[in-house]
């Protein structure tokens, strides 16, 4: 789940990922209600299954069976704000009823690792990995990993990133039509992060092997699902740090 909007006095209407419908707007009628059947596991960021009634305007939920509520988001502030963020993030990169399995599956993986990061800093990596695997799955990611103007590979010094450009500029390329902003060396270096385990000791920066692989293909198929699926553990991702 996306998020939530009150409706009326007991509705709400939902904004929810699925895998192979997309991203859908559906409501939850009388879920605000003391003894409604439904609304303990309708909350944003959890993975819930969902069944639907076909409407006229919006689907109804008609049953829902909690997953993953993702505590460990809800017991930390600073996790829950990095949560919302990675929650938004795909709120606004995803089309209504477009198929997301890419998208979703990244989620999942981020909200996880969200609920098992160990500090701050664990939570920035995470967030920052997040956002490069999410432009890279829909069309924009920058190129990182050689100069977008000739393609040579990058040396350690001297490299600049220009947004208008695409990626990172080479000292022999860069010039003032592409207005890139010098880097520090540390800066371009790429870096992977291993979610095989979801946890603390799982995000350290290592170099990135030849055979760097994105993640496994879609969760299996279901009428309409918020649930998130385990990644492949021997996957890949590249972030940067």
């Given at each position: 789940?996306?998020?939530?909007?009150?409706?009326?006095?007991?509705d709400?209407?939902?904004?929810?990922?699925?895998?192979?419908?997309?991203?859908?707007k559906?409501?939850?009628?009388?879920?605000?209600?003391?003894?409604?059947?439904?609304?303990?596991?309708?909350?944003?960021?959890?993975?819930?299954?969902?069944?639907?009634?076909?409407?006229?305007t919006?689907?109804?939920?008609?049953?829902?069976?909690?997953?993953?509520?993702?505590?460990?988001?809800?017991?930390?502030?600073?996790?829950?704000?990095?949560?919302?963020?990675?929650?938004?993030?795909?709120?606004?990169?995803?089309?209504?009823?477009?198929?997301s399995?890419?998208?979703?599956?990244?989620?999942?993986?981020?909200?996880a690792?969200?609920?098992?990061?160990p500090?701050?800093?664990?939570?920035e990596?995470v967030a920052?990995?997040?956002?490069?695997?999410?432009?890279?799955?829909?069309?924009?990611?920058?190129?990182?990993?050689?100069?977008?103007?000739?393609?040579?590979?990058?040396?350690?010094?001297?490299?600049?990133y220009?947004?208008?450009?695409?990626?990172v500029?080479?000292?022999?390329?860069?010039h003032?039509?592409?207005?890139?902003?010098?880097?520090?060396?540390?800066?371009?270096?790429p870096?992977?992060?291993?979610?095989?385990?979801?946890?603390?000791?799982?995000?350290?920066?290592?170099?990135?092997?030849?055979?760097?692989?994105?993640?496994?293909?879609?969760s299996?198929?279901?009428?309409?699902?918020?649930?998130?699926?385990?990644?492949?553990?021997?996957?890949?991702?590249?972030?940067?740090?």
């Amino acid at each position: 789940m996306l998020r939530g909007l009150d409706l009326g006095e007991a509705d709400r209407v939902l904004t929810v990922l699925t895998p192979h419908l997309g991203k859908l707007k559906v409501i939850a009628k009388g879920v605000r209600r003391p003894r409604s059947r439904i609304g303990g596991g309708l909350e944003p960021l959890g993975d819930v299954d969902l069944v639907l009634a076909i409407g006229r305007t919006f689907d109804i939920v008609t049953q829902s069976q909690l997953r993953d509520p993702h505590l460990g988001l809800r017991n930390d502030l600073h996790a829950t704000a990095a949560g919302w963020y990675l929650a938004d993030l795909a709120d606004r990169f995803c089309e209504e009823r477009a198929e997301s399995a890419a998208a979703f599956d990244l989620l999942g993986t981020g909200l996880a690792a969200l609920d098992h990061a160990p500090d701050n800093a664990a939570r920035e990596s995470v967030a920052r990995w997040y956002e490069l695997r999410l432009l890279e799955i829909m069309g924009y990611r920058p190129e990182l990993t050689v100069c977008i103007e000739c393609g040579a590979e990058l040396g350690p010094e001297g490299n600049g990133y220009g947004a208008t450009a695409g990626g990172v500029v080479g000292p022999e390329c860069d010039h003032a039509a592409l207005s890139a902003s010098t880097i520090s060396a540390d800066a371009s270096i790429p870096w992977t992060w291993t979610p095989a385990a979801c946890n603390g000791s799982a995000m350290r920066p290592v170099p990135i092997p030849s055979s760097s692989a994105g993640p496994s293909p879609a969760s299996e198929a279901r009428n309409a699902t918020g649930r998130a699926t385990s990644p492949n553990p021997g996957a890949w991702w590249y972030m940067s740090s």
